[in-house]
């Protein structure tokens, strides 16, 4: 089977957000592979493991997402392609990365495409769907189980809490949720094969792609913080007094009883 | 300012989702003067539907009508809504975002070559061009966007604009479109229901959430019985849900739902960043929890340190002395 995965790197989620100039600082911020892409590789890896194939990691970044499709190749991919947008593209947008993807898989013949549901910085979960529509494949979303037998694909995708129980077929492409696994962590020798496991670098350029086909649609004019919270009150006294005071505040100053 | 706006309608059990009449306010916030075409796709009769989105601003609706579409997919709503869009060529298409406005409009705006700014909290216009407002890193910024071309494409947070008026003296057409749909390759076998009866998470103005420190599915009773009391409804953190105290289904936080209710409660919740992607923008944040040290006193509005098993029935008692 011929698997790949959608991959972003992403802050790490303990990283403190600053802002200067519109923009998000990213001096000497951590990076990580995007939490909900972590499933999308682990799963790719455990459906390898049943059916046989290869996997390929795919990501639109620049050359620091090196070290993310390592980190994927030390769980157990076999292959990773690095997009590297940083020397033609200001900004982009989803249909940037969207429209690059569509463009890098024209002729690969994919049979399972595996992308996490949403990426926890821009949390838009735009390109999955964008891609598979651009493909004419399938695809769905938040997904908690991935059954494959030969060509017969059984899923569970989670809506807001329901459960639905999809069957679809190859090719399809599928975005994970939170409960389809446990991703592993690279092992020692996973991490030393890593780095010999082939990473492809490619520019838009050699997809044969203008910077014009893949123009932003959209355009981000600001980036802020959110305003200060006051500090809230913690009430004192005794618990009966504290909770009378509660009510109060919450009927007469919040005004929400 | 354009002319025609779409909103794509949504509903739960036949009966419209309060995120639809939002994004009627948004779309007439965008486009004052415009019209506002209401959509709505079902297997059944909509025109019940239809004029409660004319009720709430629409000037007239379309319905799609086909046995396909008794279920969501996004095969089927798609060949559904996309005649429409091209019978009306819209300048802007507006949606809830929600399960199904999540899993939609990327392959809409695929398909027309389009941007799409998703999961918008707030709407401003400055001189022709409407800005959204959006957050993002889970909540901690916000980014200004705006459409550089093509159409106005975008989903709205429930809860975050408000509705206008029901106006029942408002009338408007409700045409119905006849489609094909075919060749649908995603076929839902069952849908196993969890997700509560009665208050949607999503739309609830008051939510008591438990987490961990409730200790059991029984210590959740309180829980319920506060909500009842205050009109609201129950969710929890990942923790609670992780431990079996309740459902996947009322999980609030990045993976599960994001909620903007006017009073949050949080029960013996630690408050971790991934819970607070999922409710910090709420109006009103209280506390109640045991270890003063916790993190969700840091964005609680209101803090009580004390057992919570002590304070909700005391806090119950309270409430029932307003009504």
């Known amino acids: ?257 | 300012m354009s002319d025609k706006l779409l909103v794509i309608g949504e509903a739960r059990d036949g009966v419209l989702r309060n995120v639809t009449f939002e994004a009627i306010a948004a779309a007439k916030k965008i486009n004052s003067d415009g019209e506002i075409v209401g959509v709505l796709c079902g297997n059944d009769d909509l025109d019940t539907q239809a004029q409660e989105m004319i009720y709430y601003g629409a000037d007239r609706v379309v319905t799609v009508q086909h046995d396909e579409l008794e279920a969501y997919t996004s095969e089927g709503y798609g060949q559904a809504i996309l005649p429409v869009i091209d019978d009306e060529s819209p300048n802007g298409i507006i949606m809830g975002h929600t399960a199904i406005g999540k899993d939609l409009t990327p392959k809409l705006a695929s398909k027309l070559e389009t941007g799409l700014i998703s999961d918008a909290t707030e709407i401003e216009v400055e001189g022709d061009k409407a800005v959204f407002i959006r957050p993002i890193y889970s909540g901690k910024a916000f980014e200004k966007k705006t459409i550089s071309s093509g159409l106005t494409f975008a989903t709205i947070r429930p809860n975050n604009i408000p509705a206008l008026e029901r106006d029942e003296s408002r009338s408007g057409d409700v045409n119905t479109k006849e489609v094909d749909i075919a060749n649908i390759r995603t076929v839902i076998k069952e849908v196993i229901r969890k997700a509560s009866e009665g208050v949607d998470l999503s739309e609830a103005n008051v939510i008591i959430a438990g987490g961990r420190g409730v200790k059991s599915e029984e210590g959740f009773k309180p829980l319920y019985e506060l909500a009842d009391v205050l009109g609201g409804a129950v969710g929890a953190s990942r923790g609670a849900c992780d431990a079996e105290y309740c459902d996947y289904a009322l999980q609030i936080g990045q993976t599960g739902k994001v909620v903007t209710p006017d009073l949050y409660i949080a029960v013996g919740i630690s408050g971790a960043i991934q819970h607070l992607a999922g409710m910090s923008n709420s109006k009103v944040i209280v506390a109640i929890n045991k270890d003063p040290e916790s993190n969700i006193f840091n964005v609680a509005d209101y803090g009580i340190v004390g057992d919570l098993f002590d304070v909700v029935p005391k806090l119950i008692e309270e409430v029932k002395k307003l009504k």
């Open chain 1, 1 to 257: 089977m011929n698997i790949y995965v959608l991959l972003k790197k992403t802050f790490d989620t303990e990283e403190k957000i600053a802002v200067s100039n519109g923009r998000i600082e990213d001096d000497g911020a951590e990076y990580i592979i995007n939490p909900y892409d972590e499933y999308a590789v682990e799963e790719a890896i455990k459906q390898k493991d049943a059916h046989g194939g290869e996997v390929t990691v795919v990501t639109v970044g620049d050359e620091d997402s090196e070290k993310q499709l390592r980190t994927a190749l030390a769980m157990g991919a076999d292959k990773a392609v690095l997009i590297n947008t940083e020397d033609d593209l200001e900004d982009g947008d989803q249909f940037t990365t969207a429209k690059i993807l569509q463009t890098y898989f024209e002729d690969k013949e994919a049979d399972l495409i595996l992308a996490g549901n949403v990426a926890i910085d821009e949390a838009s979960g735009q390109v999955g769907p964008r891609l598979a529509e651009s493909l004419g494949i399938p695809y769905i979303t938040t997904i908690t189980a991935l059954e494959i037998d030969g060509d017969t694909v059984k899923i569970d995708k989670d809506v807001e809490g329901d459960v639905e129980k999809i069957e679809t077929s190859l090719p399809v492409l599928v975005t994970c949720q939170q409960g389809l696994n446990d991703p592993r962590y690279p092992s020692l020798p996973g991490i030393m094969k890593a780095k010999k496991k082939p990473l492809e670098e490619l520019e838009i350029d050699d997809l044969d792609l203008e910077e014009e086909d893949v123009e932003a649609k959209t355009n981000t004019v600001d980036i802020f913080l959110p305003p200060e919270k006051e500090a809230g009150r913690v009430l004192e006294g005794e618990i009966d007094d504290q909770v009378q005071e509660l009510v109060s505040l919450l009927k007469n100053d919040a005004k929400v009883l």
